[in-house]
């Protein structure tokens, strides 16, 4: 056997020593993967102030009148929130007080 034939052979048992090690290790990132992409697609994306030049995805957040709304759908350019389906209010703005004009 010569010294590439050694190597390559080297090379195989090293190759099968860590797959067989990362093996479980990769499944289980992947399942970790699965679970992230899950919950981000669950998660509120405060987007800034409601910009009627824009489309929202799902859970996208805006302001807009002094509220909080949140997409309950994908939203188109020009969907208003609270005129129309595709958007929830979250936070009612509260009217002014005097402590908060003073």
């Given at each position: 056997m010569?010294?590439?034939?050694?190597a390559r052979a080297q090379a195989a048992i090293i190759r099968e020593y860590v797959e067989g090690k990362l093996g479980p290790i990769l499944e289980r990132m992947a399942g970790f993967e699965s679970r992230v992409k899950f919950f981000e697609s669950r998660a509120l994306h405060y987007s800034g102030v409601y910009q009627r030049a824009l489309g929202y995805k799902r859970n996208a957040a805006v302001t807009h009148g002094g509220a909080l709304w949140?997409?309950?759908?994908?939203?188109e350019p020009g969907a208003i929130p609270g005129k129309g389906d595709g958007w929830q209010l979250a936070v009612k703005s509260a009217p002014p007080t005097q402590e908060c004009s003073k």
């Open positions: 010569d010294q590439t034939e050694y949140v997409a309950i759908q994908d939203v």
